[in-house]
């Protein structure tokens, strides 16, 4: 019997050097005060929304240039491990009470103890961070859409707007969805930028990163965002990409703030 995910969380992961000013940046994007530090090395902040449930939070990692990964909070949270491990999920690390698992692409993901929380935040300055996109390479792509579709059972998943998307969303009233995103080449890495990911050698490690819904105010919420230290990248049809403080980059999505869709008609 699956487990249900009752809650999720997305992961703002930055190097560690670069912590404080990741910290500061998602902060005042998701209009949110910080909780204090916690972790082995202090590692973890979650932001802290006015009212209402967190779903966002940032850690420093030792290594790499860090990017994002979702955390499922269930009831159960090795019966979870358990079934995730069955489809084909690898255990990574397993704490008290929590542990991180990688999907059969290498995405990193976590299942920890669900604490009750059930109120969405809502819409900040137009926008809303509800989406963590998997970046995958073409061989892995299918696999990775049955995996994701498995495990979440009560998730409904179809093909997204452009034919290298592919939706996995979750039950009205959990905050954070997921984009599965299949890549032009074998080479894992930010897709949305227009780069080709790397000269043809070797395969990166996988990657992901953050999505944010703002409906027709895409232009104004890039302006809000470049105000508070954001750098422009680059500019597609139906999203912008932006680079953080720390280095990190997402996206600005055409899509609707409130329900995560397409937008609405005549909107």
Not at 44 to 57: H, I, M, Q, R, S
Not at 143 to 162: H, I, K, N, Q
Not at 221 to 250: C, K, M, Q, S
Request: net charge negative; proline share 9%; hydrophobic share 40%.
């Amino acid at each position: 019997m699956s487990r249900p995910v009752r809650w999720t969380y997305a992961f703002v992961d930055r190097p560690a050097a670069l912590f404080e000013r990741a910290c500061a940046f998602w902060t005042a994007v998701t209009d949110t005060r910080p909780s204090g530090l916690r972790g082995e090395r202090q590692e973890f902040v979650t932001l802290l929304p006015e009212g209402a449930d967190a779903c966002v939070k940032v850690q420093g990692v030792s290594g790499g240039d860090g990017g994002a990964h979702l955390d499922f909070a269930v009831e159960d949270v090795p019966g979870f491990v358990e079934e995730a491990r069955g489809l084909g999920a690898e255990p990574a690390a397993v704490h008290d009470g929590w542990a991180v698992l990688r999907s059969p692409a290498g995405h990193a993901f976590c299942a920890v103890p669900w604490q009750g929380e059930a109120v969405r935040p809502p819409v900040v300055a137009g926008s809303r961070l509800d989406q963590v996109c998997l970046d995958l390479p073409p061989s892995a792509f299918d696999a990775e859409v049955a995996f994701w579709t498995a495990l979440l059972p009560d998730w409904p998943a179809r093909p997204g707007s452009r034919p290298e998307f592919h939706v996995v969303e979750p039950p009205a009233g959990l905050p954070v969805r997921i984009l599965l995103q299949r890549l032009d080449d074998e080479h894992t890495g930010d897709g949305r930028d227009g780069g080709s990911g790397g000269d043809g050698a070797d395969t990166a490690p996988p990657s992901a990163h953050l999505d944010l819904a703002c409906g027709a105010d895409v232009d104004a919420v890039r302006a809000r965002h470049e105000r508070l230290g954001a750098e422009f990248v680059a500019r597609h049809p139906h999203w912008t990409v932006l680079r953080d403080p720390a280095g990190g980059v997402y996206c600005l999505t055409g899509r609707d703030a409130e329900t995560g869709g397409l937008p609405r008609a005549g909107s």
